[in-house]
């Protein structure tokens, strides 16, 4: 069994039992969490439905494991000729999730 989910703008394949990264959404470790907006949904006997945008009803619960933090990303800006040259950076905070239950 599992879901394809939307959450930040991006589409997550998720099952029991399984970690995901998220955006950072600012809950404390051990608080459940849940994702409505469930765009399929596969079950074990291999029924697969397909929501229009979302699945009626479906939810997946999780419980936030803590916070990780991506790659740096170092942006380099130069204007030839001109003697500019900059360098910026930033690392993005992730929420690790572990998916618990799909309700459908």
Known sequence: MFAIIEFGGR????????VVSVDHTGGA????????RVL????DGGEVVAGAPYV?????VGVVE???R???IRVFKKKRRK?????????SVYTRVAVRDILA
Request: no cysteine.
């Open 11 to 18: 589409q997550l394949k998720v099952g029991p039992g399984a």
């Open 29 to 36: 470790p051990g608080q459940e969490i849940t994702f409505d």
């Open 40 to 43: 399929m949904v596969s079950r």
């Open 56 to 60: 009626a009803g479906a939810k997946v």
């Open 66 to 68: 803590g916070e990780s």
């Open 70 to 72: 991506g790659p740096k």
């Open 83 to 91: 003697g500019m040259r900059r360098t910026r950076g930033h690392r």
